[in-house]
């Protein structure tokens, strides 16, 4: 009889490691499935039309950055994503007499934006747009307004760039 209770005892001190271990595994899986990725794009900004040396209309010129299909891995698309930061670096327009730039923030398959006032020949990170929906479909655009310089094209000295950072 002894011998019976000691076998039942040790079966249960055997399992009770086992669930602990069971119950770590599953909680580490879902820890491990919040991973973090980034996405970095550039590309040159358009010429700008300059129509005189005036400081009152300036000419717009852009970068668009799309978040595409390809760009989000394979299996994580239909999830929800965290966005964490945008890290951008600009370019800026040869000859100009002054420069304002923006970059906007579009939320997925919207014409919806916030803008951030950043500056040309720069670079910085924005966590501003942390709390909003990212995924495919969102995009950046970085608008350079230019004012004056030499007829009839204000063109770029480079790219602007941009990476998102984000959790899945």
């Known amino acids: 009889m002894k011998s019976l209770m000691a076998l039942q005892?040790?079966?249960?001190?055997?399992?009770?490691?086992?669930?602990?271990?069971?119950?770590?595994?599953?909680?580490?899986?879902?820890?491990?499935?919040?991973?973090?990725?980034?996405?970095?794009k550039m590309k040159a900004p358009s010429p700008?039309?300059?129509?005189?040396?005036?400081?009152?209309?300036?000419?717009?010129?852009?970068?668009?950055?799309?978040?595409?299909?390809?760009?989000i891995p394979a299996g994580t698309l239909v999830g929800p994503k965290q966005l964490l930061e945008i890290s951008w670096r600009t370019t800026y327009y040869l000859g100009t007499i002054n420069e304002d730039v923006e970059?906007?923030?579009?939320?997925?398959?919207?014409?919806?934006?916030?803008?951030?006032?950043?500056y040309p020949n720069a670079s910085g990170t924005l966590m501003l747009f942390n709390d909003q929906a990212f995924g495919h479909?969102?995009?950046?655009?970085?608008?350079h307004k230019v004012l004056g310089g030499a007829r009839p094209y204000a063109r770029p000295a480079g790219v602007d760039s941009v990476s998102f950072k984000y959790r899945y």
Do not use: H, R, W
Request: proline share 5%; hydrophobic share 45%.
């Open 48 to 71: 700008v039309l300059i129509l005189s040396n005036s400081n009152i209309d300036p000419g717009v010129g852009f970068a668009i950055f799309d978040i595409l299909y390809p760009d």
């Open 137 to 143: 479909g969102s995009k950046v655009v970085i608008n």
């Open 103 to 118: 970059l906007c923030y579009f939320l997925p398959f919207s014409s919806q934006n916030s803008c951030e006032k950043i």
């Open 9 to 40: 005892n040790s079966k249960g001190a055997c399992q009770f490691p086992i669930a602990l271990f069971a119950v770590f595994m599953i909680l580490t899986q879902v820890d491990a499935s919040a991973a973090e990725y980034t996405i970095s």
